[in-house]
T-cell receptor, first 112, second 115 residues
Framework: GENVEQHPSTLSVQEGDSAVIKCTYS??????FPWYKQELGKRPQLIID?????GEKKDQRIAVTLNKTAKHFSLHITETQPEDSAVYFC???????????FGGGTRLMVKP | GAVVSQHPSWVICKSGTSVKIECRSL??????MFWYRQFPKQSLMLMAT?????????EQGVEKDKFLINHASLTLSTLTVTSAHPEDSSFYIC???????????FGDGTRLSIL
């Protein structure tokens, strides 16, 4: 089955700096790669996703890049703000309607 | 607003009790729903895939006799943790696929604490 590795497990940045979180996956059949933000005790919230026919996608301060050949994808957050502090999860799936395999998570701390 | 409603949000009960968690899709039909479990400071792990009108598909290592899943209608899936023990204490969360290959909708999750 699919295996998703995520790094780093914790990330501390100064407000205004950029944050980058990286994931690798094992199953070349995966075509859908979402990123979730989870606050303590809450459901995961989809912040951005990318499908295999696209190499990069951007939404304001958030961007995701995908390298299908190397089987890795990354989340980039620019101009970080304290409210960006949370746990971020990457995931992989055959398509958006299929079960998700999650990475181990990254605890992002943005210091004011 | 929430498109997947999950109840209860929080349960505390004694060891040996059975606990039922409901997951409802609002305003749309879900022939498939997914049940995940998340231990503290860990990731979400898929437990099982719930299929309307048929048996659930369980992931390796998940006891089907302990975690009973019923998906009797197109809008409701239930997970029953039978004879719960402290090691079953966790955050259980369901999700349902969106229409036309759209992202999944997650419920708010159920925090289960077994004393």
């Amino acid at each position: 089955g699919e295996n998703v590795e995520q790094h780093p497990s914790t990330l501390s940045v100064q407000e205004g700096d950029s944050a980058v979180i990286k994931c690798t996956y094992s199953d070349s059949a995966s075509n859908y790669f979402p990123w979730y933000k989870q606050e303590l005790g809450k459901r995961p919230q989809l912040i951005i996703d990318i499908r295999s026919n696209v190499g990069e996608k951007k939404d304001q301060r958030i961007a995701v890049t995908l390298n299908k050949t190397a089987k890795h994808f990354s989340l980039h957050i620019t101009e970080t703000q304290p409210e960006d502090s949370a746990v971020y999860f990457c995931a992989a799936s055959f398509n958006a309607g299929n079960m998700l395999t999650f990475g181990g998570g990254t605890r992002l701390m943005v210091k004011p | 607003g929430a498109v997947v409603s999950q109840h209860p949000s929080w349960v505390i009960c004694k060891s040996g009790t059975s606990v039922k968690i409901e997951c409802r899709s609002l305003d749309f039909q879900a022939t498939t729903m997914f049940w995940y479990r998340q231990f503290p400071k860990q990731s979400l792990m898929l437990m099982a895939t719930s299929n309307e009108g048929s048996k659930a598909t369980y992931e390796q290592g998940v006891e089907k006799d302990k975690f009973l899943i019923n998906h009797a209608s197109l809008t409701l899936s239930t997970l029953t943790v039978t004879s719960a023990h402290p090691e079953d204490s966790s955050f259980y969360i369901c999700s349902a696929p969106g229409h036309n290959n759209q992202p999944q909708h997650f419920g708010d999750g159920t925090r289960l604490s077994i004393l």
